[in-house]
């Protein structure tokens, strides 16, 4: 789970901030972002962030909110798997609402080129070098075939073949056809948390894309490969970057509440 439990963080921190908008449920007069393109049928890791919030207000009730939350467990998601640790600003207060309209066009499809991966990172404080570190964040986890089934079959000029073909194995060309089948993001070591990402885009085994847009001849390519020279080099930026992307737009003070349940706002 700790995959998609980091991806929750970035889901909801490109939304309007870290604000825990993402973890509102849907009710009959509110659409919240759970329904929105980038996280249907794909966000998961709800239950994992009630099971918490539930022993957390235990202890300590009403204080930790649903957003400091979510920014603890996916940095334990990436220490337990191996990687690098940070210490978690803590203080963000949750969000009483939610966007779809903010989830759909803030965060960046498997389709985007590196302009739009840049500006749209740039849009939100980060940089190209911090856009690159945290895409390694897809050393980890998995890839439905509706993701990345244009860039297995149609961008041949950016693809391995022999990786292509392995890929189409199990992700059909007609669409509607094993949408949901599942891949990993990184085939070389897809459950452990280090630099073998980088070392797939050198060598034109991207699963998304997004992921090839970053060593496709473009001004990133410097950074991938520094990341694959030197993972010690990935962890740090990786840690700098989560720490930055977790600095977006929070609410404090008397800004928001703290959650009782995560998902419905007091």
Known sequence: ????????????????????????????????????????NSARGFNV??????????VCPGV??????????????????????WNV?????????????????????????LSS????????GLSAKDMVALSGAHTIGQARCTTFRAHIY????????????????????TSGKGDNNLAPLDFQSPTKFD??????LVTKRGLLHSDQQLFN???????VRSFTNNPGYFRSDFATAMIKMGDISPLTGSQGEIRKNCRKPN
């Open 117 to 124: 991966l840049i500006s749209r990172f740039q849009s939100n």
């Open 154 to 173: 149609n961008e041949t000029s950016s693809i391995d073949a022999s990786f292509a073909s392995t890929r189409q194995r199990t992700c059909p060309r």
């Open 195 to 200: 630099n073998k990402y980088y070392k797939n």
């Open 1 to 40: 789970m700790g995959a998609s439990l980091l991806r929750l963080f970035f889901h909801d921190c490109f939304v309007n901030g870290c604000d825990g908008s993402l973890l509102l449920d849907d009710t009959s007069s509110f659409k919240g972002e759970k329904s929105a393109a980038p996280n249907l």
């Open 49 to 58: 962030i009630d099971a918490i919030k539930d022993k957390v207000e235990e």
């Open 217 to 223: 001849g473009g001004s990133t390519d410097s950074i």
């Open 64 to 85: 930790v909110s649903c957003a400091d939350i979510l920014a603890i467990a996916s940095r334990d998601s990436v220490a337990l798997l191996d990687g690098p640790n």
């Open 89 to 113: 600003k803590l203080g963000r207060r949750d969000s009483k609402t939610a966007s779809q309209t903010a989830a759909n066009n803030g965060i960046p499809p498997p389709s985007s080129s």
